[in-house]
């Protein structure tokens, strides 16, 4: 099974901040990778598919970026609503992996 | 609206049998695979199987092959999950979800909680 190594498991910053989050797969995906943001006692919320692309309704600060092995996803500045876990999904072959997720609080 | 509404979670004791269902509207149901995601109270989210749009591909996470199914009525705009032979570690909010590499929509998900 493909592994998805998420990176940090949790940040703190500040209101305006660009977040960096990392994504890292133990063998090629292609560009079959998702980002999702899930926020406490609510379903997740797609963000970004095939690696890069904005979902419709989704804030401009959010981007995302790779291929490959390596993927990343950046909030460009971060807003006080941003507060939530993100989480990676490979769905280029089964069984589909997410990563352990990423818990981005504000300062 | 896509709406995905699932049902049939609750209380069950280990080696036990539970079966969710989840309901779809919104959208052309036959035409999209489905999935079930699972996730443990306080922990990440956990794929458990993808059953494709005419049933003809079907994928199990390794810890539920045998002792889940993943089924779908296209006529009722419906998806299923069987499961059986319950372990305490399958508790968990278990969540129908829409697409194929990638999960567009997700359903609020159903609490299944194996406890003796």
């Known amino acids: 099974a493909i592994q998805m190594t998420q990176s940090p498991s949790s940040l703190s910053a500040f209101v305006g901040d660009r977040v960096t989050i990392t994504c890292r797969a133990s063998q090629g995906i292609k560009n079959y990778l998702g980002w999702y943001q899930q926020k406490p006692g609510k379903a997740p919320n797609l963000l970004i598919y095939a690696a890069s692309t904005l979902q419709s309704g989704v804030p401009s600060r959010f981007s995302a970026s790779g291929s490959g092995t390596e993927f990343t996803l950046i909030i460009s500045s971060l807003q006080p609503e941003d507060s939530a876990t993100y989480y990676c999904l490979q769905g280029d072959s089964h069984p589909w992996t997410f990563g352990q997720g990423t818990k981005v609080e504000i300062k | 609206e896509v709406q995905l509404v699932e049902s049939g979670g609750g209380l069950v004791k280990p080696g036990g049998s539970l079966r969710l269902s989840c309901t779809a509207s919104?959208?052309?149901?036959?035409?999209?695979?489905m999935n079930w995601v699972r996730q443990a109270p306080g922990k990440g989210l956990e794929w458990v199987a993808t059953?494709?749009?005419?049933?003809?591909?079907?994928y199990y996470a390794d810890s539920m092959r045998g002792r889940f199914t993943i089924s779908r009525d296209n006529a009722k705009n419906s998806l299923y999950l069987q499961m059986n032979s319950l372990r305490v570690d399958d508790t968990a909010v278990y969540s129908c979800v829409r697409g194929w590499g990638t999960i567009d929509y997700w359903g609020q998900g159903t609490l299944v909680t194996v406890s003796s």
């Open positions: 919104g959208f052309t149901f036959s035409t999209y695979s």
């Open positions: 059953i494709s749009s005419s049933s003809n591909y079907i």
